[in-house]
């Protein structure tokens, strides 16, 4: 584990939500199972194996060590989560999590909640993401946004601080969908979100009459079991997306499955709906750098055609 303590020896004193250590690139053999993240005041060591407490202990010290480095005298805070064959173990090891749990990214406010569940509200994965949205609609004020799977409406946030006119959010958990709508609250949003904690499949009534949209997100889980499943459901949307695009439009498709690689999403677009083009794939944040791009999070740009190219391949 010595390339995450090495990490930590060499962090600064973070002040938004980040990435600390990605030890599941496997950039670092040896320590493919460990992942930190700062969630200030709080940092989280997630481990996708069992921990001994020799190597706990050393987290701790690490820890402390670097923060009386940083900011002499502040109380060290930090949790401890064990994702293992299934199960979930989530531990406070030495200080304590705000009530509230307010983290900041690129001027945005979210809640969180580290101690309850295997998700906290907030993934930093997805920054770079969320920073494409925030300049694609700031260059194109009064977008309407749909985000499809909007978990705790991080990106409806963005579009709104941006400029969209309306953000559509789709997700078929209530419990997230209330916190999506704390964030709003949070970030002086009053208008503008409406929110939907209904299964998009049996929604699309309601997504079609708020459309067309000028931007989709879609940004599902990879594989929920009795709600989405990739392989086999991806599919599902792909084709329903030339039809809810407004011409020129633009989808932001989101997978993060390492057993899928990009070729998944290209050649699912190009068979199911071949008249949006692929403009690029937005990178990864530095620190989420992997041994294959293609197992690392995948979220590529497609664009509707314009009027007029849409009529030109309509008389061809």
């Known amino acids: 584990m010595q390339a995450l303590l090495n990490a930590i020896a060499q962090m ?5 939500a980040q990435r600390i250590f990605h030890g599941r690139g496997g950039m670092y053999p040896g320590c493919e ?28 010290t690490a820890l402390a060590q670097r923060l009386e480095q940083l900011a002499p005298g502040q109380t060290l805070n930090w ?14 090891m030495a200080g304590e999590v705000p009530t509230p749990h307010v983290v900041t990214e690129s001027g945005a406010r979210y809640l ?12 930093p994965d997805m920054a770079e993401g969320r920073r494409w949205v925030r300049t694609h609609v700031a260059n194109q004020p009064g977008a309407r946004v749909l985000n499809l799977f909007a978990y705790t409406c991080a990106f409806s946030v963005v579009a709104l601080q941006a400029g969209a006119k309306q953000v559509v959010n789709v997700d078929m958990s209530h419990g997230a969908i209330t916190i999506g709508q704390q964030n709003h609250q949070l970030n002086g949003l009053r208008a503008g979100a409406s929110f ?42 792909m084709r329903r997306l ?61 664009r509707a055609p314009d009027a007029d190219q849409a009529a030109s391949a309509v008389n061809q």
């Not at 459309?211 to 889980?221: M, R």
Request: proline share 7%; net charge negative.
């Open 79 to 92: 949790v401890y989560q064990c994702r293992s064959k299934g199960q979930t173990e989530t531990r406070l």
């Open 12 to 16: 600064e004193l973070a002040t938004d």
């Open 196 to 237: 939907l904690p209904h299964d998009i499949f049996s929604t699309w009534g309601k997504i079609t009459r708020g459309g067309p949209y000028d931007l989709i997100i879609v940004d599902p889980p990879s594989y929920q079991k009795g709600s989405f499943v990739a392989t086999k459901d991806y599919a599902r949307l």
């Open 33 to 60: 199972h460990w992942v930190l993240d700062a969630f200030p005041p709080v940092w989280v060591l997630t481990s996708f194996e069992p921990s001994t407490e020799e190597e706990l202990a050393a987290v701790h």
């Open 242 to 302: 030339p039809d809810l695009l407004m011409h020129g439009g633009h989808v932001l498709l989101c997978l993060n499955a390492p057993e899928l690689g990009v070729g998944f999403l290209r050649d699912a677009m190009q068979e199911l709906a071949p008249e949006l083009s692929f403009v690029e794939r937005v990178s990864n944040p530095s620190v989420f750098a992997d041994v294959s791009e293609d197992r690392a999070l995948k979220v590529l740009v497609y």
């Open 112 to 123: 969180l909640h580290l101690l309850k569940g295997q998700n906290h509200g907030f993934f």
